[in-house]
């Protein structure tokens, strides 16, 4: 199965409405980082979390990272329809070894902000 | 301009043709990559470079070949492209010197029929 494995697959929320996204993996990261993609677009980073970190905020995104549960939730606040994108959690590998440089992507959630 | 770029955008072709989807970027970065995604997966990694002279594969490159012409250019081949090919492909490319950030083209469809 993949590294990266996202919860829900889907979500489907209000605008001003809170969303929140999960995603687990299973071995140890030098990182986890969030990507968004718009429908058939290229994806767009959006924040990255090193694995000595518990938390970061970037405008209306928050995430945190649990490292011994090797779990990450992406949290988008006060959610507008034009957040309405898939959104996929990407692990970074440690240094060392033949994963390193490389990115594992799960499968994304797919978001949809209702106006 | 787009940072990363790529060509052609869509793509119809029939099985067994050979096909070049090229990618091209003005980041300046050493690191470049190239995924598929289909409807429901996330994106699955083909191949990868890490310098002009540095190609590995990915966890998919049976069927696929790829060039690295240059450090601005990756190109990923078909030899003879066949229906479970159809897919969107991406073009990635990251810094060596951050965090493995990376930077995606606008991706290629290719339909094979």
């Known amino acids: 199965s993949q590294q990266g494995e996202e919860d829900p697959q889907a979500l489907s929320i209000q605008e001003g409405e809170n969303a929140t996204m999960n995603c687990s993996y299973k071995?140890?990261?030098?990182?986890l980082q969030w990507y968004r993609q718009n429908s058939g677009r290229g994806l767009v980073h959006l924040i990255l979390?090193?694995?000595?970190?518990r938390e970061k905020h970037s405008g209306r995104l928050r995430v945190t990272l649990d490292t011994s549960k090797k779990s990450s939730s992406l949290l988008i606040t006060a959610s507008r329809a034009a957040d309405t994108a898939s959104y996929f959690c990407a692990t970074a590998p440690n240094a060392g070894g033949t994963s390193y440089g490389k990115l594992t992507f799960g499968q994304g959630t797919i978001l949809t902000v209702h106006p | 301009d787009a940072d990363v770029t790529q060509t052609p955008r869509n793509r119809i072709t029939k099985t067994g043709k050979r096909i070049m989807l090229e990618c091209s970027q003005t980041k300046g970065h050493d690191r470049m990559y190239w995924y598929r995604q289909d409807p429901g997966l996330g994106l699955r990694l083909i191949y990868y470079?890490?310098?002009?002279?540095?190609?590995n594969k990915g966890e998919i490159s049976d069927g696929y070949s790829v060039s690295r012409q240059a450090q601005a250019k990756f190109s990923l081949s078909l030899e003879s492209a066949i229906p479970n090919q159809t897919a969107l492909y991406f073009c990635a490319t990251s810094d060596p010197t951050g965090w493995n950030e990376q930077f995606f083209g606008p991706g290629t469809r290719l339909t094979v029929l």
């Open positions: 979390i090193r694995s000595n970190e």
């Open positions: 470079s890490f310098d002009v002279k540095d190609i």
């Open positions: 071995t140890s990261i030098n990182n």
